[in-house]
């Protein structure tokens, strides 16, 4: 999308916007695995201060990406939308070889959808949904309302 000349972001290119916490609130080091992370009750969460900053940067952008406290920056975006995705296409997505942390996704052989009080949260605020299925060009336009 930014070869098309769309300020979008996935969240894991803001520098500093993430990290993993412990109970206790510490930042802690990227877990490996679903069993590291669940046994250890560690949070993935987004500064507010750094997405705020930013944001504040562009008059125009489009951030992908989900958090523990997402619901706490949602004032910040002027919409928000769900992307729903099918489990069989998820499990694909999750599977890529590209992916940093492949065993994140995996516990006892059978696959975690971490964020599935997102789409509840989604249902209940009235939040739009959108395929996820779709191409990114696709779900910009459909966003924006601008065909590119």
């Known amino acids: 999308m930014k070869s098309l000349g769309v300020n979008a972001f996935?969240?894991?290119?803001?520098?500093?916007?993430?990290?993993?916490?412990?109970?206790?609130?510490?930042?802690?080091?990227?877990?490996?695995?679903?069993?590291?992370?669940?046994?250890?009750?560690?949070?993935?969460?987004?500064?507010?201060?750094?997405?705020?900053?930013?944001?504040?940067?562009?008059?125009?952008?489009?951030?992908?990406?989900?958090?523990?406290?997402?619901p706490g920056v949602f004032d910040l975006f002027d919409r928000i939308y769900f992307l729903k995705v099918d489990p069989g296409l998820q499990r694909d997505r999750l599977l890529s070889p590209l992916r940093p942390t492949p065993l994140m996704d995996i516990k006892d052989g059978d696959f975690i959808i971490w964020g599935e009080w997102l789409e509840q949260l989604a249902k209940e605020r009235n939040i739009p949904f959108i395929n996820a299925a779709q191409t990114p060009v696709q779900i910009f336009e459909q966003i924006s309302g601008q065909d590119i």
Do not use: C
């Open 10 to 70: 996935d969240d894991a290119d803001i520098e500093g916007l993430s990290n993993w916490y412990d109970r206790d609130g510490k930042i802690v080091a990227t877990p490996m695995t679903a069993d590291e992370t669940l046994n250890n009750h560690y949070t993935f969460l987004w500064s507010r201060k750094t997405l705020a900053k930013f944001i504040g940067q562009y008059t125009d952008i489009y951030v992908f990406g989900g958090s523990g406290n997402l």
